[in-house]
């Protein structure tokens, strides 16, 4: 029996939601927070668990339908929809592990070194209702049941999605499957909801429930709403993952030594799904003279058509591709085609440019921006120069930076990767910053533009945006949250700082 690859569900709201209803989702989320903070972890865990469970068994029909309302290749969304499985199971075992709540008992110490110490014990506890915006380019790995909404539960917080327009049908969907799961798992009402259109997100973003905002998008829309979540009367973390220009700098020991394989793994990454992820290279930085220009043409040449997300997006690459390419001072090392079809999806083929380091800072502003899309800069510099300082010139924050050295180079590039660690969330060294490992040391995020606030989308760190401390001081134990109990019901590790200790101080 073939698989259906349509909605077999009543979509859980509908395209436009009415005033009453956004309240409604809210006071939902609201309600549900004390309950589903109470959760001993293992219930929260098993949730997640039978969420991936979930998505894992409708695999045929969720990539279908994200096929037809993205245009990404089917092997790149089964890749994707196993991350999403992997990332839950993930954060079910952060939280099992118990460790993120870093709890910390001082005992009550009379004799303590500044003086009577009272008996204080500190935990992380879940900031409340979640409220997060669907990203178009990852529509499993950062959209309805994506890192964001994952890390908010995990944490313990009810989480409204707010779907991104680019795949409605999927994004009900999965909806649905995730409703499903968490309430077979006896999660509370309210833990989960999707809304969809703008006005709806607006609210919710300025509603009193919502207690912290995650966001993966344009630098424009992301400035918006971070903005709004700042003005409220009473204003709420934002975080916000925006754009990146990933700089890659070529040593020129690396472009002796392997000059050809960097090009030609650069044109790759660049090309990767059809250039719409936020960690593609940008811009590749090499010595002047360097000879690649045949190769990066040919390349370019071998790589296939690739319709790109929706029209808005192929409208916003035609648009960014015409103003670099009008630019003084740029060349074209391969002009991708671009054709545009009667429903407005937009087709390309890769267009690599290059410039110097002096055009580069004569004309920054129209080429240092993000091109969402299969475009790149090639930027050559000349013998002697400071690859920290340029960095640091012309590249505020970055979600990644990357360095290929030459085999003899090790130790003196000590001091370039501590620039690039003070401009970027991600240091690579003879790699490619495309394929974000999902992994408890990975870092997704940097300083602004890249992200609105400091923290990762991705790894188990993601986890700390949706909690903050709380301490209790002399609180009687059977009024104490379990994880601060001496009896420690919930099994977490405690840290404990005994009478006397200070004696060593």
Known sequence: MSIPTTPQVTPPVPAAMAPADVEAVARAAQQAAPALAALPPRARAAALRAVADALGS?????????????????????????????????????????????????????????????????????????????????????????????????????????????????????????????????????????????????????????????????????????????????????????????????????????????????????????????????????????????????????VAEHPLLNPRVGAGYVARRDVVLGTDGVTVLAEGAVATDDDG?????????????????????????????????????????????????LFAGELTATVHRGSGESGELAGLLGTLGRHAGRVLVDGWPTGVAVTPAMQHGGPWPATTSDGTSVGTAAIGRFLRGVTYQDAPQDALPAPLQDGNPWGVPQARSGVGESAHW
């Open 58 to 302: 409708h695999a045929d029909e969720l990539v279908g339908l994200a096929a037809a309302e993205t245009h990404l290749a089917d092997a790149r969304l089964r890749g994707e929809l196993n991350r999403t499985q992997v990332q839950l199971r993930l954060f079910a075992r952060t939280i099992e592990a118990g460790d993120y709540l870093d709890v910390r008992l001082d005992a009550a110490d009379p004799g303590f070194v500044l003086g009577p110490r009272p008996d204080l014990r500190r935990t992380l506890w879940p900031v409340g209702p979640v409220l997060n915006f669907a990203a178009s380019n990852f529509p499993f790995a950062f959209s309805v049941a994506g890192g964001d909404t994952v890390a908010a539960l995990a944490a313990g917080c009810p989480v409204v999605v707010k779907a991104h327009p680019g795949h409605p049908g999927l994004s009900r969907r999965v909806a649905a499957l995730v409703t499903e799961a968490l309430t077979a798992a006896g999660l509370p009402a309210g833990t989960f909801s999707l809304v969809e259109g703008d006005d709806a997100g607006r609210a919710l973003l300025a509603h009193p429930a919502v207690r912290a905002a995650a966001f993966t998008g344009s630098t424009r829309v992301g400035r918006l709403l971070a903005d709004a979540a700042a003005a409220r009367p009473d204003p709420i973390p934002f975080y916000g993952e925006l754009g990146s220009l990933n700089p890659v700098l070529v040593t020129p020991a690396a472009l002796a030594e392997r000059g050809e394989e960097i090009a030609r793994g650069w044109v790759a990454s660049v090309s990767g799904s059809a250039g719409q992820l936020c960690t593609k290279p940008g811009f590749l930085l090499v010595p002047e003279g360097h000879g690649l220009e045949g190769v990066v043409a040919e390349a370019a040449a071998a």
């Open 345 to 393: 999806t937009v087709r390309a083929t890769p267009t690599l440019v290059a410039t110097d380091l002096e055009a580069l800072r004569a004309h920054r502003d129209p080429v240092l921006e993000e091109t969402f899309g299969p475009f790149a800069v090639l930027v050559t510099y000349p013998a002697g120069t400071d690859l920290g300082a340029v960095v640091g010139e």
